[in-house]
């Protein structure tokens, strides 16, 4: 491979970074991302002193060829799928910063910290009213359900 | 002993339509047109003994056909080096028999005298290509950066260093009949320059020029900074009439733009014809020296590698085409720098459709914050 396109050579510096100066509580899966840049899969962990302490949960990051322009899918993929009010069984969160809220100077990193805060801020271990419905309905695209932003707080 | 590169500086001295070519058997080819006083001979010397010269083969071409010589029909003096070899050719070759050239297929004169007039100035550097097919000015006294190639014997433009605007290759066909001509319609051309370059001299050297990079002479605009988040470009339209097609562009955070448009705008009216550009800028900025960077705190970190300098939307520094992030937004505290074409792609992006209430045009992807239009000065290049 010659030249990387703008999107390869970003995912690339990101990579890098992630791997050299990881934030707490965040690790990567290496093997994975050496297979292919464009799926990554990350390891988060549920801070101390929150509903989550001790648990271990894996995001999966899809990007296309539009990063950073175009916002990255991402999922709860694995066993161990978080019970919160903006997650769905089947791994889709309702985050506006992954659809109509995304900008391209954030990152995977920042994504990965909102994901985390989002975590931490939660009160009360419970699925989304909707799940059922939701689960059964949905499209396997995270990115083409109209999300409906009711609540900032948790 | 010759080494191939004593027999490549002789040539290039003495003999500049011969070229030399050394093959792995240590033999020696030598081609090209050889000429003396009023002769000129396509030939190709064989040395299969190089640097001896016997056993040599020597193809002359005589009326469209190469003729060999060898030891058996040209006679050599036994102490002969190349150099005095290719000095006595013309004398011991027998007389060639003038060529009939219809006359409209020659150009007024011969383009091999007019290289060989041309090539002892020391106001510049000649180079002929091994085919004879270019000729290639070059380090003009003054001018080091220049350069002009030619297709020979045609004479038509090939490449230069003068900006895209000044169309030389017109000026070439309707007044230069031949080499000379257009070796001297060239050279004015840089004398009438003279100002534009010197003018960007002077920036070059005394302000922290951002882009173009690398800047070469054909390049009409330099951008630099002024103060923090704020940059000055300065554009020269016409490189003929300089401070007339002069423009000159804020580019930074609203406010200081409309503050700054406005120092500006005075000190037009105020402009001092007696000092170059940069000294008037000086001036009409009230500073002593434009913001240079600030390498005091050890070497220079590699810009790709500092993540202060990178673009916040691509995270590389310097794009392919020398641009570097320059735009920040209205919000002092944001630390957003990012590429106007990164933006600009950005908010077509929107634009396309997705988000389509809340267009963000001209709104900071990281606070929010108004971006400045200035900033659209660096679109069009």
Redesign the interface.
């Known amino acids: 491979m010659s030249s990387k396109s ?1 999107s390869e ?2 995912l690339h ?2 990579l890098m970074s992630l791997i050299k100066e990881p934030p707490p509580g965040v690790t990567i899966d290496t093997e994975s991302v050496q297979q292919n840049l464009s799926e990554w899969k990350i390891n988060i962990k549920g801070f101390e002193g929150t509903l989550y302490e001790g648990e271990d949960f894996q995001l999966l990051f899809k990007f296309n060829n ?1 990063y ?3 916002s990255p899918e991402v999922t709860f993929i694995g066993t161990n799928i978080p019970v919160h009010p903006h997650v769905y069984s089947n791994g889709h969160i309702c985050l506006s910063i992954l659809t ?1 809220d995304w ?3 954030l990152s995977v990193q920042s994504v990965c910290l909102s994901i985390a805060s989002m975590l931490s801020s939660c009160r009360e271990k419970k699925r989304p009213p909707d799940n059922t419905i939701y689960v059964k309905t949905c499209n396997k695209n995270p990115k083409k359900t109209k999300w409906w932003y009711h609540d900032d707080s948790v | 002993m010759e080494s191939n590169e004593d027999v490549e500086r002789l040539l290039c001295q003495k003999y500049p339509g011969l070229a030399a070519e050394l093959q792995p058997s240590g033999a020696c080819i030598i081609r090209g047109v050889l000429g003396s006083e009023d002769t000129w001979r396509r030939l190709k010397l064989y040395l299969p003994h190089h640097p001896a010269l016997h056993g040599f083969q020597l193809y002359v071409q005589e009326s469209l056909e190469y003729k060999l010589y060898t030891s058996a029909n040209l006679k050599l003096q036994d102490d002969w080096l190349l150099e005095d070899f290719l000095d006595h050719l013309p004398k011991i070759l027998p007389a060639q028999k003038a060529p009939t050239v219809p006359k409209e297929l020659c150009r007024e004169g011969n383009i091999y005298y007019d290289i060989l007039a041309l090539y002892k100035s020391n106001e510049y550097c000649l180079q002929v290509d091994e085919a004879c097919s270019m000729i290639r000015f070059s380090e003009f006294t003054d001018f080091e950066q220049h350069y002009l190639e030619l297709k020979i014997p045609s004479l038509l433009l090939l490449d230069h260093s003068l900006p895209d605007c000044v169309s030389l290759g017109e000026m070439l066909t309707k007044s230069a009949g031949n080499l000379e001509e257009a070796l001297n319609l060239f050279r004015k051309l840089l004398e009438d320059l003279r100002p534009f370059y010197d003018n960007f001299m002077d920036i070059d050297e005394l302000c922290h020029v951002l882009q173009p990079s690398p800047i070469s002479s054909k390049h009409k605009t330099r951008l630099f900074p002024l103060k923090d988040r704020v940059y000055l470009k300065l554009t020269i339209a016409d490189p003929f009439a300089c401070i007339a097609s002069m423009s000159l562009k804020i580019i930074g955070p609203t406010e200081e733009v409309a503050r700054l448009r406005h120092v500006l705008s005075d000190g037009l009216s105020n402009w001092d014809s007696e000092m170059n550009i940069h000294k008037n800028l000086l001036r009409m900025f009230d500073l002593c020296y434009f913001p240079m960077p600030d390498w005091s705190d050890g070497p220079k970190l590699d810009e790709e590698d500092n993540e202060e300098l990178r673009c916040n939307i691509c995270f590389a520094y310097r794009l392919d085409g020398g641009e570097v992030p320059l735009v920040s937004c209205d919000n002092a505290k944001c630390v957003l720098k990012c590429h106007a074409v990164c933006l600009e792609e950005w908010f077509k992006t929107l634009m396309d459709g997705k988000t389509f209430l809340e267009v963000s045009f001209g709104q900071c992807p990281f606070c929010k914050a108004k971006l400045s239009t200035s900033f659209a000065a660096l679109l069009n290049d």
């Open positions: 703008p050579r970003r510096k990101e539009k950073p322009f175009d109509e900008s391209p100077a």
